[in-house]
């Protein structure tokens, strides 16, 4: 199935979200930290995931390849 692109950038989005409140929440419960930076972990291979599986598929240009990271970039900003 080949998604949009905004959906997979709103996914990869969601995932590192995700990955990131498993890191602050480490930061905070020191005898959970390392299954909790695990699951972290997990969470950062999924938009890898997404975004390699999202870019092979649709075989894309350069050109906008470097379009839809920016887009990606900005929406990580954004969201910060």
Not at 20 to 30: I, M, V
Not at 45 to 67: I, K, M, S, T
Request: with cysteine.
């Amino acid at each position: 199935m080949i998604k949009h692109g905004a959906a997979v950038f709103e996914n990869v989005r969601r995932y590192r979200t995700i990955a990131s409140l498993y890191r602050q929440t480490a930061a905070f419960r020191p005898l959970q930290r390392s299954s909790l930076l695990a699951q972290a972990e997990e969470w950062e291979q999924r938009a890898v995931n997404e975004l390699d599986a999202h870019f092979q598929l649709e075989n894309r240009p350069f050109d906008e390849y470097c379009r839809l990271t920016n887009y990606a970039n900005e929406q990580l900003r954004a969201a910060a």
